[in-house]
């Protein structure tokens, strides 16, 4: 499975997309994250399934006039 | 660091578990270019960095407890150091590697987290950190082997658990028996962190198609236990791998 990583460095900034892993478990997914971006001292660190992002645009349809 | 000796018995107890993770980083670092997965690698990497780091505050330690320098970082033969047998071997297979170093870094890190000192106050919480995503790793990648490869998991994970029982020490050193527990160098007995150790795993594998009934939660026999390299079948790494640890090929480019 696929996951995006999110951080931020200090309480307070914006948490941001800073890349992904790949993985066969949330567990393992979280692991991977802290191995892999431990660039930073981070204040946050969080993984979400690919699948579990809702898209919000593009794509999202208008709203359709009522006409029934 | 404090003034006071150690208990000779604690001093062997510290070297076990500094043995033990130099080559926890030795293991790390062979296979990580050869984990079946990116993340895999780079997790390994990070692990024998850390281990290593690990390594090098415990000979601190140690080196001010009377231990040589030039002995404790790789001079003297291989049957002096005093690792968890499982680790003798880098494995044959990633199965293999993760069924080896996964119970043996649990077993150091109880050892570690017992000690109750003044000379390891504010360094073993430091380590806890590191030692938390370590655990972690090695349970999830467990679990997944468990659903993958049980019957190559189950084989592996037999003398590995126990030989990581061998560091723990016997199950007979309770609060009446356990001589570093009994100076007061640590806050719970070898019998106490084999309960949680075992209790680790049959939960762990509860739920999953690998059995540890063939495992010998008796182990180690106390009459073959050596207590000074905290194990029990005389084994140890070879030739080949002193050579690695001492870093013999790599002198000349030591910056002196």
Redesign the interface.
Known sequence: MNYAVFARINKGDDTMYIGG?????D??A???A???Y?EEAWDYLAVVRDEHLLEVAPGTPAVEGGSA | MSDDAWPEAAVDYVQAIADTKLLLGQRYAQWSLAAP?L?DD??GA??AQEEIGHVRQLFRLLEGQGRDGDWLRGDRDPDAFANASSLDTPGETWVEFLANVGPADRAAWFLLDAIDHDDFRGMVDKMGEDEY?HL??H???L??LAAEQPEALQAALEPSLAGSLGLLGPASYDEDADPVFEAGFTSRTVADLREAFVDHYESLFADTDVSLDGVDWDAPAEDAWDASRRRADGGSISDADLVLLRGSRNEVFAIR
């Open positions: 892993v790949e993985a066969p478990s567990r393992l979280r692991v991977y802290y191995e892999m431990d | 997965s993340e780079i997790g990070s692990a995503f972690e790793y349970d999830a990648r679990e997944t």
